[in-house]
């Protein structure tokens, strides 16, 4: 072979990539799609932590609101007691005064 023709060859291949350089750019290729997946999901987890935290302040807000509205029940319950004991003791008086009246009362 001619040697000008083997040194213009040799001269055109070093610039064609080898094997190695090959699986070094599939590697990387490799690394930058995990890259951009792992990126994407540290993006997806702090968008979740987002949504958990408002969650989470929704469930306090309810959370005040119910134990109000047990506290208005029980305080509704408790008067509602007294109420209606001093129903009983006014019919009691009533009764008792329709006795010494002469009243029949009638219900």
Same mark, same amino acid.
Do not use: C, F
């Given at each position: 072979?001619?040697?000008? @023709?083997?040194?213009?060859?040799?001269?055109? @291949?070093?610039?064609?990539?080898?094997?190695?350089?090959?699986?070094?750019?599939?590697?990387?290729?490799? #690394?930058?799609?995990? /890259?951009?997946? #792992?990126? /994407?999901?540290?993006?997806?987890?702090?968008?979740?932590?987002?949504?958990?935290?408002?969650?989470?302040? /929704?469930?306090?807000?309810?959370?005040?609101?119910?134990?109000? @509205?047990?506290?208005?029940?029980?305080?509704?319950?408790?008067?509602? #007691?007294?109420?209606?004991?001093? #129903?009983?003791?006014?019919?009691?008086?009533?009764?008792?005064?329709?006795?010494?009246?002469?009243?029949?009362?009638?219900?």
């Amino acid at each position: 072979m001619d040697p000008e @023709l083997i040194q213009y060859l040799d001269k055109k @291949l070093e610039n064609i990539a080898t094997k190695e350089d090959l699986e070094k750019l599939a590697t990387q290729n490799s #690394v930058d799609s995990i /890259s951009a997946l #792992v990126i /994407s999901n540290k993006q997806e987890i702090n968008e979740l932590k987002k949504d958990v935290d408002a969650l989470r302040e /929704s469930i306090q807000a309810l959370t005040v609101s119910v134990d109000s @509205l047990v506290k208005a029940v029980g305080d509704l319950k408790t008067e509602y #007691v007294m109420v209606k004991n001093q #129903v009983n003791r006014h019919e009691k008086w009533l009764q008792q005064i329709a006795d010494k009246v002469g009243i029949k009362l009638e219900y």
